[in-house]
């Protein structure tokens, strides 16, 4: 599929399936928003995925919410 254009955003995207997800996602076009609670795994992702898909920018956002 042709993701060109739009925008993904995964949660948990520094483990498991999340980095499949992500990778999936960024190859097929997507623009794709890396979101993790761990500032240097989300750093060891994007470096990894860094040879397939282009890493435009990387920001943390300390920022965590409960919602009860």
């Not at 254009?5 to 794709?32: I, P, R």
């Not at 898909?53 to 409960?66: L, M, N």
């Amino acid at each position: 599929a042709n993701l060109s254009g739009k925008v993904a955003v995964v949660t948990g995207g520094s483990s498991g399936l999340g980095v499949e997800t992500v990778h999936a996602l960024a190859q097929a076009g997507a623009t794709t928003v890396l979101c993790c609670r761990n500032a240097q795994a989300g750093q060891r992702v994007a470096a990894k995925l860094q040879p397939d898909v282009k890493v435009s920018r990387q920001t943390h956002v300390g920022c965590c919410a409960h919602v009860p």
